[in-house]
């Protein structure tokens, strides 16, 4: 059983930046995903990280303002979020994928969530 605590969610400005924080219970030799739902609509992919840190992927939209980034002795994983728009307006999830050691967007291969933590984006 894995146990993912998410923060660092709040209310900033549009162009603003947000860290967001992952703690997993236990050792994370594994892969590891953020994830959003924003209200209304269904949870789409973020970011993924391998478990070396090496691999990393991220959904288009977010591509060169998000980055993925994971801390093996500290046994956290972050999302760092730059120039924030309104768009990004969610509730971000962190996530685990146990089985796999590479980064993917495969939502239903992540068997552990977290209780979200809400992002909001004010124009």
């Known amino acids: 059983q894995v146990q993912l605590v998410e923060s660092g969610g709040g209310l900033v400005q549009a162009g603003g930046s947000l860290r967001l924080s992952c703690a997993p219970s236990g050792r994370t030799t594994y892969t590891m995903g953020w994830f959003r739902q924003a209200a209304g609509k269904e949870r789409e992919f973020v970011a993924s990280?391998?478990?070396?840190?090496?691999?990393?992927t991220y959904v288009d939209a977010v591509k060169g303002r998000f980055t993925i980034s994971r801390d093996n002795v500290k046994n956290m994983v972050y999302l760092q979020m730059n120039n924030l728009q309104v768009e990004d307006t969610a509730v971000y999830y962190c996530a685990a994928d146990r089985e796999r050691v590479i980064a993917h967007s495969r939502l239903g291969d992540y068997e552990y969530w977290g209780q979200g933590t809400q992002v909001t984006v004010s124009s």
């Open positions: 990280i391998g478990w070396s840190g090496v691999s990393k």
